[in-house]
């Protein structure tokens, strides 16, 4: 049986806390989806109500149960090669130009902020490997970042069940990439060392990046209001090189709320570019 229902006094200072730390904007209407994320958190820190842990939330400064509470709020929904056509893209178009682009430096900057429980980034490395095996001599820096550290934990170890690796994974990279461990699948190690994944709030201060080729920020910014978007749009526009590529997630857009973007058509999808001075 499910706890009392939470009182719109306890949802809505929720509500602020949350949008306060991660930009997530919960509806009022939301009250169904706070409750059910609260109750395992009010459950696991061993309290009866939800109004006793919004009681222990209210009598401290922010802190980590309160970070624990944020977590609980993020949709972590994902998959290895979601919607495919971004995928395409950077194997038929977004790789071999900034191949042919860096040529000389030998040197690729790859960031994929809201990463999840790590398929999209293993799902670019796997496309990386793959496709283009010369990158293998080059210098990658990867870096793949989350607010959620329970994710971040899960990307770096890579361990995925039978059912999430049935979603989107080709069997032949199944068996080339991974190690079965029990009944989960684990990618190997040398693979996992190619990315670095850091915890980063893309509301809050970002890590120092250096100057970025690809940048992917997919089916996060949904989450968030109109001045939350816009900023992180301008300063990951501030870290893209004059060629560099951002790919969004298929509902979102540049559009009206960034115009130093242009938006490119690539096989099939869309994805961003930097307007030309
Ligand atoms: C729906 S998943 C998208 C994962 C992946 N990019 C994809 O397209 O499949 C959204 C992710 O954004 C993260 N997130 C939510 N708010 C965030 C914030 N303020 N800063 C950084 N990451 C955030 C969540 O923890 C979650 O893992």
Redesign the pocket.
């Known amino acids: 049986m499910g706890m009392p229902e939470i009182s719109p006094e306890d949802l809505n200072y929720v509500r602020e806390m949350v949008r306060t730390?991660?930009?997530?904007v919960l509806e009022p209407e939301k009250a169904y989806l706070v409750q059910s994320r609260l109750e395992p958190v009010a459950k696991s820190e061993g309290v009866q109500t939800l109004a006793e842990l919004v009681q222990k939330l209210r009598q401290v400064p922010f802190g980590p149960l309160h970070k624990k509470v944020?977590?609980a709020m993020?949709?972590?929904?994902?998959?290895f090669f979601?919607?495919l056509s971004p995928f395409q893209a950077l194997k038929e178009t977004v790789l071999p130009d900034l191949l042919a682009r860096k040529a000389l430096t030998k040197k690729l900057t790859i960031w994929?902020?809201?990463?999840?429980?790590g398929?999209?980034p293993y799902s670019i490395l796997f496309t990386i490997l793959e496709e283009f095996p010369e990158l293998k001599q080059w210098d990658i820096q990867f870096t793949a970042?989350?607010?959620?550290v329970e994710?971040l934990k899960r990307c770096q170890e890579g361990r995925y069940s039978q059912l999430e690796v049935n979603r989107g994974l080709p069997a032949s990279l199944l068996t080339k990439y991974f190690t079965k461990k029990g009944l989960a699948w684990q990618v190997q190690d040398d693979i996992r060392k190619m990315v670095s994944f850091r915890e980063?709030?893309?509301?809050?201060t970002w890590l120092p990046f250096p100057k970025l080729d690809l940048v992917?920020?997919?089916?996060?910014m949904?989450?968030?209001d109109v001045p939350?978007k816009k900023q992180i749009l301008k300063k990951a526009r501030e870290l893209m090189e004059p060629h560099a590529y951002l790919f969004l997630?298929g509902s979102e857009t540049t559009m009206n709320l960034d115009d130093g973007f242009e938006r490119v058509a690539v096989s099939g999808t869309s994805c961003y570019r930097l307007k030309k001075q």
Do not use: P
Request: glycine residues 8%.
């Open positions: 730390r991660s930009a997530i944020v977590e993020t949709t972590n929904e994902t998959s979601r919607d994929c902020g809201a990463s999840s429980s398929q999209e970042t989350d607010i959620s994710m980063m709030n893309l509301a809050g992917l920020i997919r089916n996060v949904i989450y968030f939350t997630g």
